[in-house]
């Protein structure tokens, strides 16, 4: 069988796999295919892949014809799709919802389509589930921004021209990003609250050394796998009434707010970044499904008011190696968990509570309940 690691587009500075986790598909038994340059964009040179038995190739599109199953970070172009093999599977972020093209065209080509984004959140699949190693560290990256930006230090200084008081940074929303967002701010000294619509996560937040905010906004749900449930408008007004004032006291605010399949709550308006003071800085984190911030804009930073809002969408490229490496160590557990090391094939049992969550199109079918609805 084999295996393709196609380069992604040049935007993305992070790589599906480094050569260590090649090494571990070449000892699968799989046939590893890169393609040219697939790791330069983290200065790995191609030697290094082939030095552990991974061949590379010059051409994309033999590559992409002849592979069993084909890896990458980022979701194809629809022509690249109709150059796969009819019964291959494709494997990257897909964001199926939004993309119902690519959906059918990948039906339509007979190729089984996984999306890491819907990898279920069970203890099981939390080996593959790259939506929670790649939030993590852009929640470490997010801080470290701020804190390049910010014109103050984050931790209190007492020094002999007087003592210098701790940056304020406030977290909204408490996922996996957010808590490594609380985490990093905290070991660099940062004085740290943070609010989240459910109430299950002050716990963690008070373990990390922060402040966790209360701002009654009646009852919130959560889905079975504990993502939030949308929230009314009238309550987004009183979470909005609630902030105000933190907001307003902040050095930092990092929003992380995220609502399963939806785009991005509107959570801080044009006027909270007016209260704020000139110099502080609003990392949002959601800005590629929607955002969290009025006025925030992918890939730009933006100046109100002398408050600079950061809307960096490939948060996890800041520490590009680090990402790359877990990522691939994803893919790598998720096809080691299918393996049939005997036959060397992969076992597609659609009855697995893990790949019924995540694989979308298969026999020519779209088979994820969640997507045929959408669609
Ligand atoms: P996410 O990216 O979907 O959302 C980020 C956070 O935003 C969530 O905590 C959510 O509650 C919060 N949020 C939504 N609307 C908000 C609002 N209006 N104001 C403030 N906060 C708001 O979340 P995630 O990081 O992907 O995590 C989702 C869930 O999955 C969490 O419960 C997490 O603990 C869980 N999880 C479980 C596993 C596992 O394997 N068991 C692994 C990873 C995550």
Same mark, same amino acid.
């Given at each position: *069988?084999?295996?393709?690691?196609?380069?992604?587009?040049?935007?993305?500075?992070?790589?599906?796999?480094?050569?260590?986790?090649?090494?571990?598909?070449?000892?699968?038994?799989?046939?590893?295919?890169?393609?040219?340059?697939?790791?330069?964009?983290?200065?790995?040179?191609?030697?290094?892949?082939?030095?552990?038995?991974?061949?590379?190739?010059?051409?994309?599109?033999?590559?992409?014809? =002849?592979?069993?199953?084909?890896?990458?970070?980022?979701?194809?172009?629809?022509?690249?799709?109709?150059?796969?093999?009819?019964?291959?599977?494709?494997?990257?972020?897909?964001?199926?919802?939004?993309? =119902?093209?690519?959906?059918?065209?990948?039906?339509?080509?007979?190729?089984?389509?996984?999306?890491?984004?819907?990898?279920?959140?069970?203890?099981?699949?939390?080996?593959?589930?790259?939506?929670?190693?790649?939030?993590?560290?852009?929640?470490?990256?997010? $801080?470290?921004?701020?804190?390049?930006?910010?014109?103050?230090?984050?931790?209190?200084?007492?020094?002999?021209?007087?003592?210098?008081?701790?940056?304020?940074?406030?977290?909204?929303?408490?996922?996996?990003?957010?808590?490594?967002?609380?985490?990093?701010?905290?070991?660099?000294?940062?004085?740290? /609250?943070?609010?989240?619509?459910?109430?299950?996560? /002050?716990?963690?937040?008070?373990?990390?050394?922060?402040?966790?905010?209360?701002?009654?906004?009646?009852?919130?749900? /959560?889905?079975?796998?504990?993502?939030?449930?949308?929230?009314?408008?009238?309550?987004?007004?009183?979470?909005?009434?609630?902030?105000?004032?933190?907001?307003?006291?902040?050095?930092?605010?990092?929003?992380?707010?995220?609502?399963?399949?939806?785009?991005?709550?509107?959570?801080?308006?044009?006027?909270?970044?007016?209260?704020?003071?000139?110099?502080?800085?609003? $990392?949002?984190?959601?800005?590629?499904?929607?955002?969290?911030?009025?006025?925030?804009?992918?890939?730009?930073?933006?100046?109100?008011?002398?408050?600079?809002?950061?809307?960096?969408?490939?948060?996890?490229? /800041?520490?590009?190696?680090?990402?790359?490496?877990?990522?691939?160590?994803?893919?790598?557990?998720?096809?080691?968990?299918?393996?049939?090391?005997?036959?060397?094939?992969?076992?597609?049992?659609?009855?697995?509570?893990?790949?019924?969550?995540?694989?979308?199109?298969?026999?020519?079918?779209?088979?994820?309940?969640?997507?045929?609805?959408? *669609?």
């Amino acid at each position: *069988m084999q295996i393709f690691f196609p380069k992604e587009e040049d935007q993305e500075i992070r790589t599906t796999i480094l050569p260590e986790v090649a090494k571990k598909f070449v000892d699968l038994g799989l046939e590893v295919v890169i393609e040219e340059g697939l790791g330069s964009s983290v200065f790995i040179e191609d030697d290094l892949y082939s030095e552990v038995g991974a061949i590379i190739s010059d051409s994309r599109d033999t590559a992409f014809n =002849s592979a069993d199953i084909v890896c990458r970070i980022n979701k194809p172009y629809k022509e690249e799709i109709a150059n796969l093999k009819k019964k291959s599977i494709h494997i990257s972020f897909l964001d199926p919802f939004n993309e =119902s093209d690519l959906v059918k065209e990948f039906a339509n080509q007979e190729v089984s389509a996984i999306s890491m984004e819907l990898v279920p959140r069970i203890t099981r699949a939390q080996k593959m589930d790259a939506l929670s190693s790649q939030a993590n560290l852009a929640g470490y990256a997010a $801080v470290v921004e701020a804190s390049r930006t910010i014109n103050k230090s984050f931790p209190m200084m007492m020094t002999a021209a007087g003592t210098i008081s701790p940056s304020r940074v406030f977290v909204i929303g408490v996922g996996v990003a957010g808590l490594q967002a609380i985490a990093t701010a905290k070991r660099l000294g940062a004085r740290v /609250e943070a609010f989240d619509t459910r109430p299950v996560v /002050e716990e963690q937040v008070k373990s990390l050394g922060a402040k966790f905010v209360k701002i009654d906004i009646g009852e919130t749900e /959560e889905t079975d796998q504990g993502y939030a449930k949308e929230l009314t408008e009238e309550q987004i007004k009183m979470q909005q009434e609630g902030m105000k004032k933190i907001c307003s006291q902040s050095d930092v605010v990092i929003t992380t707010a995220q609502v399963f399949g939806r785009p991005a709550p509107r959570i801080v308006t044009n006027e909270m970044v007016q209260a704020m003071q000139p110099g502080s800085v609003i $990392v949002d984190m959601a800005v590629s499904t929607g955002g969290n911030v009025e006025g925030s804009k992918a890939d730009e930073y933006v100046f109100e008011n002398g408050v600079t809002i950061i809307g960096m969408s490939n948060l996890p490229g /800041e520490v590009a190696k680090d990402a790359s490496q877990v990522y691939g160590a994803n893919l790598f557990n998720m096809i080691e968990e299918y393996w049939d090391l005997e036959n060397k094939v992969l076992n597609f049992d659609l009855t697995d509570d893990v790949l019924k969550g995540c694989v979308i199109t298969h026999e020519g079918k779209v088979v994820n309940e969640l997507v045929k609805d959408r *669609m």
